[in-house]
């Protein structure tokens, strides 16, 4: 077996913000969007977005990563 290149992209934010994100991500990369926190003082909850990224070359998921990152940069707003 040969070697495995991995990394996690973590995301936190809104719920709406979260469901755009998690629905940008190609199929194959296994991803959870899950709820973090509940504030006490009433505030709308935290969610957290968790994108395993896996390849077979350090190039590949460097690649994978920054079509990833190109995807989400005009959602996170």
């Known amino acids: ?10 995301w936190r934010g809104s719920h709406e913000i979260g469901l755009r994100l ?4 190609p ?3 296994s991803s959870n969007l899950s709820q973090e926190s509940v504030s006490e003082d009433g505030a709308s ?3 957290k977005l968790e994108i395993n990224v896996e390849a077979d070359s350090l190039q590949e998921l460097r690649q994978i990563v920054d079509d990833l990152l190109a995807l989400f940069s005009d959602q996170d707003q």
């Open 1 to 10: 077996m040969g070697e495995v290149f991995a990394t996690v992209l973590e």
């Open 22 to 25: 998690a629905s940008l991500i």
């Open 27 to 29: 199929d194959g990369i």
């Open 45 to 47: 909850p935290s969610y």
